[in-house]
């Protein structure tokens, strides 16, 4: 018997320490692959069906590996704080206590996570001093601060208290560093000293990210303190988030309000200042030079040719698209170029005061303002970044390798991007090929049963000779549980039939959902057609909820749950994340193919770099996109064990494109009947549920 297996079998390890636990076949499958791959330094990635048990499948072998060889250090990344908080709170402790395990882990959110301590205190004290009663709400909020370990936003008992955490939100402008009077206590310095300590770190999508990315702009290696402390292993769960993610961190951004903040940081003045600015205090250091005063007026000046940049893209913009998001071919480049060429005295500037914030405090400072000298260098690197990012982008021409494209930012202000054509290759080169293994876990990475469209994202197709593979099903009984409409004669959507769609919509709707008594959950593609169908059903059906702007997501799905027999009309982030478990939810209706259309700057970009490539990006990307997105829908309904339910498919797409054939055969193994019409879908619903 394995390793493995003495610890996931009936009566092993697990089971003896955790009275909940019970095998399944797939979670031991799981957990001797990535012990493989951990052992063999090999990367891997993994689809396991809901209720294969990921956590306990990955944490084992983790820390396992760990336990014998105490001088490397993992990261398990997650894409939410939910999943995080539940690894590190719940299911870490029960492994290591099932294996006997005694080595450190931590958890590391992003900075603005945690309450800065020092804000909290000034503003508590300014209080007292004036006089001022604090609220009952003000009370309550004051002894989460005393009483918590953590000081983590997730942490706060309730939405009420919640809202007063914002003004005291660490930031990293205003960080005193060790110079702060509370930085033995600083909720955020204590994660990462815990974090640096630790074999086995916690943390999210975008700070694994963040980190790889600023390793590979400064050189730094993987044994040093970057973003995160050193590593060689990750586990990223809930991958199949990964291009969007890495395609959102890995671009380069210029604007002019982004560099304008920059500017502001520099000049504007704060009480720890002496209600001076950074550049006027620290001004002592410079001797008798006086650089400082020289620094500010030209920041004034570049404070001017800023805006008339902003200015003069706004212009050509107008003048050559009226999106809001814009893709920059090498027409546009040719047409404009002379007047882009405006932009390189901008660059310039910026480089020279970069350079000059810089230099200015080369010397070594007095010890107390040390922490200023490096505060202030940072506002000067971030000038030359902007200013090689804006350089790039006047002068772009990697059109295989990087897409050029701008978005209206915060103030109306341009923003300029530079996005990885391919998040794959540079994946690859910035975190994949630095690491001993990589594992890569979801419930929704193949289509067709192959990891091939996940692989070319991910960095693993650059190092697939060291990759290994598994898929593992759902342990659930979908056949016997999970029943999946397709109506023979339902209509297929089509641009053109949109308004007749939504009227066919809103019929096969309210028939399902009046046979399932509610319990119903309905995605839609598209806020208008969501909206249109609401209106004519809002009557019709008791309970009816429809995500707007009005209430949180967290609150709507909440109303969800609590309200027996409610039904909800939802769009985009509800195809995936709910869970609700049991007869809350009973019926999914998914009212059309999940289609992406390529209209974003990324998108049609990609497209026409396949299509140049030889390949059909419908086939090659808009598919497998939405075959992903559909088993994350259809996902959302079998939760448990006990779980039972229907989902309908209303786009006739799915049996009369080629494409839906490999779209159904991606999906899980469920109860198909082969004679579902319109006319029967409410008496096979009811049928199947009661």
């Known amino acids: 018997m394995s390793e493995m297996e003495d610890i996931f079998s009936p009566g092993g390890a697990l089971e003896k320490a955790i009275p909940s636990f019970s095998f399944r076949e797939g979670q031991l499958g799981m957990a001797e692959l990535i012990a493989d791959s951990l052992s063999s330094h090999h990367h891997s990635a993994i689809e396991a069906g809901t209720g294969t048990g990921k956590s306990f499948a990955y944490l084992v072998p983790a820390i396992l590996s760990l336990m014998k060889d105490r001088s490397r250090r993992f990261v398990i990344a997650t894409s939410t704080i939910t999943l995080q908080k539940q690894l590190y709170d719940k299911d870490i402790p029960m492994v290591q206590m099932a294996l006997g395990s005694d080595i450190e882990t931590a958890i590391l959110f992003g900075r603005s996570n945690y309450l800065c301590l020092r804000r909290f205190m000034e503003a508590r004290a300014s209080k007292s001093l004036l006089g ?19 000081g983590v936003f997730a942490d706060i008992p309730s939405q009420r208290l919640g809202a007063m955490f914002i003004p005291f939100a660490a930031d990293d402008k205003d960080c005193l560093g060790y110079k702060c009077p509370y930085m033995q206590q600083c909720f955020y310095y204590g994660a990462r000293r815990r974090a640096e300590k630790a074999a086995l770190i916690v943390t999210n999508h ?27 292993v990750v586990i990223m769960d809930e991958a199949h988030h990964i291009e969007d993610e890495a395609t959102d961190v890995l671009s380069r951004v210029f604007s002019s309000y982004l560099a304008g903040r920059v500017l ?69 480049y040719s047409r404009y170029s002379e007047r882009l060429g405006k932009g390189e005295a901008l660059a310039e500037e910026l480089t020279r005061i970069g350079n000059a914030v810089i230099s200015g405090y080369n010397e070594k400072p007095a010890e107390s303002n040390e922490i200023y000298v490096d505060l202030i260098k940072r506002y000067g690197n971030s000038l030359l970044i902007f200013a090689d990012t804006l350089r790039d982008w006047l002068r772009f021409s990697s059109w295989s390798e990087f897409i050029p494209y701008s978005e209206t930012g915060p103030d109306g202000k341009i923003e300029l991007h530079i996005a990885p054509m391919n998040t794959g290759s540079v994946l690859s080169r910035v975190l994949v090929s630095n690491l001993d293994s990589i594992i890569y876990s979801s419930a929704t990475l193949t289509v067709n049963g192959s990891f091939s469209y996940f692989e070319k994202r991910s960095g693993l197709w650059e190092e697939r000779e060291r990759t290994v593979n598994g898929i593992f099903p759902s342990p659930f009984e979908y056949r016997k549980n999970l029943m999946l409409l397709l109506p023979q004669d339902g209509s297929a959507y089509s641009n053109e039939n949109s308004a007749a769609y939504s009227e066919y919509v809103s019929k096969a709707v309210g028939e399902a959902v009046s046979a399932s008594g509610g ?55 509800f195809w995936e994340g709910v869970d609700a478990p049991g007869d809350t939810l009973r019926l999914v209706i998914i009212v059309k193919l999940p289609f992406t259309v390529p209209s974003t700057p990324v998108a049609l970009a990609r497209s026409e770099n396949m299509r140049k490539n030889g390949a059909e990006p419908f086939m090659e990307m808009a598919v497998p996109e939405a075959t992903l997105k559909l088993k994350q829908g259809l996902g959302r309904l079998i939760r448990t064990e006990s779980d039972r339910g229907v989902v309908l498919i209303l786009d006739g797409r799915i049996l009369r494109k080629g494409y839906g054939r490999m779209m159904l055969s991606s999906l899980p193994d469920c109860y198909i009947p082969e004679d579902t019409m319109l006319s029967n879908i409410g008496d096979k619903i009811e049928r199947f549920l009661y």
Request: charged share 35%.
């Open 132 to 150: 001022v009663e604090r609220t009952e709400d003000e009370l309550a909020f004051e002894e989460w601060v005393t009483s918590t370990e953590s």
């Open 206 to 232: 975008h700070l694994l990210l963040l980190d790889a990315k600023n390793r590979d702009e400064t050189g730094e290696d993987f044994s040093e303190t970057v973003v995160l402390p050193g590593y060689s």
């Open 264 to 332: 502001d940081w520099l000049t504007r003045k704060e009480k720890r200042f002496g209600s001076a600015s950074i550049l006027d205090f620290l001004s002592p250091e410079e001797k008798e030079r006086g650089s400082g005063n020289v620094i500010k007026k030209d920041i004034a000046h570049l404070r001017t040719l800023l805006d008339g940049f902003d200015s003069l893209l706004k212009e050509i913009l107008l003048e050559y698209s009226n999106e809001s998001s814009v893709l920059f071919t090498e027409a546009f």
């Open 519 to 573: 319990g119903a959950l309905v995605l839609f593609t598209s806020k208008k057609m969501m909206k249109d169908v609401y209106f004519r059903l809002r009557e019709d059906i008791p309970s009816l909820m429809i995500q707007d702007d009005r209430m949180s997501r967290a609150a709507l799905l909440r109303d969800f749950r609590h309200k027996k027999d409610s039904s909800l009309f939802a769009v985009s982030s």
